[in-house]
């Protein structure tokens, strides 16, 4: 067997090693096992993967993230829901400033959680639990007045007795007349603090209008279309992925065979076979039949399509903002949302521009055509929705 069989089918073992290893721990990740308490990626009774589905089927993308928000650029609502451990190292002083300071830029915690925390600390709050009551006994909440927070949530349900001791904030639901959820301001932005762990659960959120304040949480805060999931605190400090599932089990052993492996191949191939030669001249095409072949090339493909896309794409965007839609909204419910908001002639010349907008997805247009819709869509931005 000459070199490079050999090489070749140990290449072909690595792969086969690597695929299947991957492949497995994708399967178990995909099915929630293993995965840590109140993590978006359970499928367990305390996971929240139920939580995500809810988003996902009313329109918005659950996002977990794996580092602490405050060394991004994200923006809007954070979910956080009983960190890994119920001592103070679940959430560190350090962390704690850190997701307030997120916070007072403008963005929204929800944080639900049976133990007082530096957290909570930090608000003001303190959680107190009554011990004589069982911890998964499903029990009414007296529903209060929190704004859009509670806007069509006539009942909510809870498990056990847990409360929260504050002296601000608005409570949005009481348990035997103690507070069990708050909303707090803190600078620009909110803290929705609840003291139940299972009101995002599959269980939580089918009982009584649960669901129905989740929704409104994230109809009044995400941004984007964007609900962002906290795993750093539920000990997931990587990149998520098979990676993040070894890095939460201490298993990261496994890759050895594949990084010795891996390293031999490299050696293998940096062993010079010959001596060297002179690399060949490559010729190099003139200018002129360069830029001919591009413009060729834009002809062909319709460079027209390019500007009427982005064209579509800004003015639907616009018209979602503006009507609060996804930023995926078909034409026919932005058409309806604005009949119902601003009946009248702007609807009629509304229609037209969607009719407009089908023809530029199919690119069937001309210079003049794509200069004139988009000026129509320039005047009725500035005359119907700037001006609104």
């Known amino acids: 067997m000459t070199r ?132 998964i006994d499903p029990r009414p909440a007296e529903v209060g007045d929190a704004g859009r927070y509670t806007d069509e949530v006539n009942r909510i349900t809870v498990e056990g007795k847990h409360y929260l001791e504050s002296r601000r904030g608005l409570p949005s639901w009481w348990v035997d007349g103690r507070p069990g959820a708050v909303l707090l301001k803190r600078g620009k932005g909110r803290v929705v603090l609840v003291a139940d762990s299972s009101l995002l659960t599959e269980r939580g959120l089918r009982r009584a209008d649960n669901a129905v304040f989740f929704y409104n949480v994230a109809r009044r805060d995400a941004r984007d279309g964007k609900v962002y999931f906290d795993e750093y605190h539920h000990g997931l400090h990587s990149g998520g992925g098979p990676w993040g599932y070894l890095a939460y089990h201490r298993a990261h052993w496994v890759l050895v065979p594949i990084v010795l492996l891996a390293g031999m191949a490299a050696w293998s191939l940096a062993v010079r076979l010959g001596p060297a030669v002179p690399r060949p001249q490559e010729a190099r095409a003139d200018a002129v039949d360069y830029a001919s072949a591009v413009a060729r090339i834009y002809e062909r493909a319709g460079a027209r399509r390019l500007p009427a896309r982005a064209l579509v794409r800004g003015f639907l965007a616009a018209l979602t903002k503006h009507l609060h839609l996804r930023r995926n909204a078909l034409p026919a419910e932005v058409l309806r949302a604005w009949q119902e908001q601003h009946p009248g002639e702007s609807a009629q010349r509304l229609q037209a521009l969607l009719r407009g907008v089908t023809a530029l997805r199919k690119g069937d247009v001309n210079e003049q055509q794509l200069l004139e819709w988009s000026q129509a869509f320039d005047n009725f931005q500035r005359e119907m929705i700037r001006a609104r």
């Open 4 to 135: 490079l069989l050999s090489w070749l089918l140990v290449l072909l073992l690595f792969g086969a090693f690597a695929g299947a290893v991957a492949y497995a721990l994708w399967l178990r990740a995909a099915a929630g096992k293993g995965m840590p308490e109140y993590s978006v990626y359970s499928q367990e009774a305390d996971g929240l993967a139920e939580a995500a589905r809810f988003l996902r089927q009313s329109g918005w993308e659950p996002v977990a993230l794996t580092r602490p928000i405050a060394l991004t650029r994200y923006r809007g609502l954070l979910v956080l829901v009983e960190p890994s451990a119920t001592s103070d190292d679940a959430l560190p002083e350090g962390d704690a400033k850190a997701l307030l300071h997120w916070v007072e830029a403008g963005n929204t915690l929800l944080y639900c959680g049976r133990h007082t925390t530096r957290l909570h600390a930090a608000l003001g709050v303190t959680v107190i639990t009554d011990e004589t009551a069982a911890a």
